[in-house]
């Protein structure tokens, strides 16, 4: 009984009156165009009439679910009365392709027809069953010209039978709406389910979407990695001239300072970007997060733990915003590998040069004293510089050179895929 009346059955019978009541209006449309070319007949009492005005309503059904928002009207009823199994997910959205604009077609196609079946056996078989149920009880039931027995089979044990009868009309009923409910039920994974296009067009949001957090992931580890490098240096030099150079400590604190105020303003505005809507991953696909450019170099160098020498070359106030935003990212992250790994006593070198077409950037600093421990979670330092200037249409080099450590970045001026200001 709880495969025929158990709440799944009821839930799929509720969502089958409910495509039954969708199919009236194009049944009595139907009834029209058959009432136009039979109008001696009357279609509401002659089968052949109500089975061809049936037959009209299907196509007119079928030609309304081709609109796009059809599909997810149907994926939201069947998900909730249809009991369908979790490993079989429905699309979500409007049906934008062909495929699947005739998918949702044949759904709701085959939905009303069956919820027509099914509603008009429940609202005329119900009561007739139950009629047949009571006949042996109610002498009024029998004497009615609806429920009177033929003359050959009016007799006593006849009688005695009907409450069989109509419980078994009742049951035979049941098994009709469970049997429809589970071939809905069957067949919406594969009508409302995900078209080839559909997949494609997921895989794609999420390919973008993981872009996105790749590249939030960079700026916090760039201005977040950069800051604790220094904050680290500087605190630990300190910390060994406490009582003999005053006066190197106030400026290490007071470098210190400086950082971690930039750095909370940093990670303020990356952590924004992450309550921001997805319609920001593209705005971000190539200029990146808002954050500082080449004009806040100065500030980065005065304040980074190691001494460096600074040469600029060309109108680096004409490199555009995303490159140098970009630039900056690079020269900080390349400043910490240095504090990280380099050793000591010597400055590192910085030449910043602006050619016509690209900006080149050159970092040299010590060779480590010894090979670096590897962090847990660590070495992304390298490959998020080669990924920030491929994203750029630029290229990468790093490694020893003449007795130092050698950064190498040259970034295109143009951006691939937008237009020269």
């Known amino acids: 009984m709880t495969l025929l009346l158990g709440r799944r059955a009821r839930l799929r019978w509720l969502h089958l009156i409910i495509g ?69 997910p429905l699309a979500d959205g409007p049906a934008r392709t062909r495929q699947a604009r005739v998918r949702t077609a044949l759904w709701y196609t085959l939905h009303v027809a069956l919820g027509g079946i099914v509603s008009g056996m429940t609202l005329a078989l119900t009561p007739f069953a139950v009629g047949v149920t009571v006949l042996p009880f109610f002498e009024a039931a029998r004497d009615s010209p609806v429920m009177s027995l033929p003359a050959a089979m009016d007799r006593p044990w006849v009688l005695a039978l009907t409450p069989l009868a109509g419980i078994a009309m009742l049951v035979a009923m049941a098994g009709c709406a469970a049997a429809a409910g589970a071939l809905l039920a069957d067949r919406a994974p594969v009508l409302l389910g995900p078209t080839p296009d559909d997949r494609l067009a997921a895989a794609e949001r999420r390919a973008a979407d993981l872009a996105v957090r790749n590249r939030l992931a960079r700026e916090l580890h760039d201005s977040v990695g950069h800051a604790l490098s220094a904050v680290t240096l500087q605190a630990g030099a300190a910390r060994r001239v406490l009582d003999s150079d005053p ?128 962090r847990p979670g660590g070495g992304l330092g390298l490959r998020g510089i080669a990924e920030r200037a491929v994203l750029l249409g630029g290229r990468t080099e790093a490694g020893p ?21």
């Not at 009541?21 to 039979?38: D, E, K, Q």
């Not at 509401?44 to 009439?49: A, G, H």
């Not at 991953?281 to 100065?298: C, F």
């Not at 400055?347 to 970092?363: C, D, S, W």
């Open 401 to 421: 050179h003449d007795g130092v450590w050698r950064l190498t970045a040259c970034l295109p001026l143009h951006i691939p895929g937008k237009e020269r200001p």
């Open 247 to 374: 006066e190197f400590v106030r400026e290490a604190l007071t470098a210190i300072e400086e950082t971690t105020r930039r750095t909370v303003g940093e990670l303020d505005s990356v952590l924004g970007l992450l309550r921001r809507d997805a319609e920001y991953a593209e705005e971000t696909a190539t200029d990146g997060p808002p954050g500082p450019g080449l004009d806040a170099l100065d500030a980065l160098l005065a304040h980074c733990g190691v001494p460096v020498s600074y040469t600029a070359d060309g109108d680096l106030g004409a490199v555009p915003d995303a490159v140098a935003r970009q630039a900056y990212r690079i020269v900080q992250e390349g400043l910490s590998n240095a504090l990280r790994h380099g050793g000591r006593g010597a400055p590192v070198r910085l030449r910043i040069t602006a050619h016509p077409e690209e900006l080149e950037i050159m970092m040299d600093s010590p060779l480590p004293e010894r090979p670096a421990a590897v």
């Open 20 to 88: 039954g009541a969708l199919l009236m209006p194009y049944f009595l449309v139907g009834t029209v165009i058959v009432g136009s070319y039979r109008a001696d007949a009357n279609v509401f009492t002659s089968p052949v009439n109500q089975l061809a005005a049936f037959a009209f309503a299907l196509p007119m059904a079928a030609v309304t679910a081709l609109f796009p928002l059809a599909r997810p009207l149907s994926v939201a009823a069947a998900r909730s009365l249809c009991a369908l199994p979790p490993d079989r």
